[in-house]
């Protein structure tokens, strides 16, 4: 089997989320599986993939669909090459090196101005890109509070907007990195607040779970998601009490959009809720922790 090095989760990383969330042992795993701790452990290390029985026994007992990883895991040929609307820029930012999305979203009827969607920490990939457009930000909707997706906001200088919207479940994660001079509103407030300003609607949805003020943006048959999906996995857990909203969130936002919708993560190549409903393990994954052991 290949692996597909282009997604932002590989297999190693699907199998520690899941036993993370189940809060399982590798001894428990294994004697479920029968596949030894040593085996797991190389599997979630990237140095050792298991069979497609293996990851049958390890789904059946992690509870998900392990037959779903040969789609996209091991399918580097299937990987997502969707383009974006043309009003919608995202600017591939790298945090402390490590690549991350921001999204500039502009306005249909006058495209020098944008909000922004996450913040990449704001390097100088964003900054630049702000200039050499000539934009005005009229605001800044973040989709949680970690520092790679809305940390250091003072860095937009005469960029900055007056209003940033993120939960309030998840300002405690900012640091105090929300300038004081601007007005922090609650995500659900929106799509009221740009109603009839030429922008598209702006539909909210909740996605709690790897934090708990997580929150998605539909606009224009778009879905903003931060880290609540990646192609063909999520973002980890907060804690693992927070795993079955993970999988909540999940179901939600592709339940709840239409399959011709794209999906913009924060990390990783861009997906289709209909691709996702296909191959993403987390999607339909079981709330309980386990079922009975496996014959082997």
């Known amino acids: 089997m290949k692996v597909n090095n282009e997604l932002e989760d590989q297999y190693s990383d699907v199998l520690k989320k899941f036993r993370y969330g189940r809060k399982m042992g590798l001894r428990s795993l294994s004697e479920m599986t029968g596949i030894s701790p040593d085996r797991v452990r190389e599997a979630e290390a990237g140095s050792y ?35 974006l609307p043309e009003h919608i820029v995202p600017v591939g930012e790298s945090y402390f090196g490590y690549p991350v999305w921001a999204y500039l979203a502009l306005n249909p009827h006058d495209p020098k101005r944008a909000l922004l969607i996450d913040t990449g920490g704001i390097g100088e990939i964003l900054l630049s890109t702000i200039e050499k457009m000539g934009l005005t930000l009229e605001g800044i909707l973040l989709t949680h509070g970690h520092s790679d997706h809305a940390g250091d906001l003072a860095r937009l200088s005469q960029h900055l907007p007056e ?6 479940l998840d300002v405690k994660l900012l640091d ?9 509103l609650e995500p659900e407030s929106v ?53 079955p909203e993970t999988l909540s969130s ?33 999607y339909g994954a079981r709330s309980e922790k386990t079922e009975e052991p496996p014959p082997h």
Not at 59 to 76: A, E
Not at 163 to 168: D, G, K, P
Request: aromatic residues 10%; charged residues 25%; neutral net charge.
């Open 49 to 83: 993939i298991p069979s497609e029985s293996e990851w049958g026994l390890l789904g059946r007992s992690l509870g998900f669909d392990g037959s779903v990883m040969q789609k996209i895991h091991f399918s580097p040929d299937r990987t997502p090459r969707i383009s």
């Open 191 to 243: 799509s009221r607040k740009y109603a009839g300003e030429g922008w598209s609607h702006i539909e909210v949805f909740r996605a709690n779970g790897h934090t708990s003020g997580s929150v998605a943006y539909l606009m224009g048959g778009v879905l903003f998601v931060g880290d609540a999906i990646f192609c063909g996995s999520c973002g980890r857990a907060q804690t693992p009490e927070d795993f």
């Open 250 to 282: 999940v179901k939600r936002l592709l339940d709840g959009c239409p399959d011709e919708t794209i999906i913009v993560s924060g990390h990783g190549p861009f997906t289709t809720v209909r691709k996702e409903r296909d191959w993403n393990p987390f």
């Open 163 to 168: 209003e940033v919207f993120l939960s309030e």
């Open 176 to 184: 105090g990195s929300v300038p004081a001079r601007v007005h922090r």
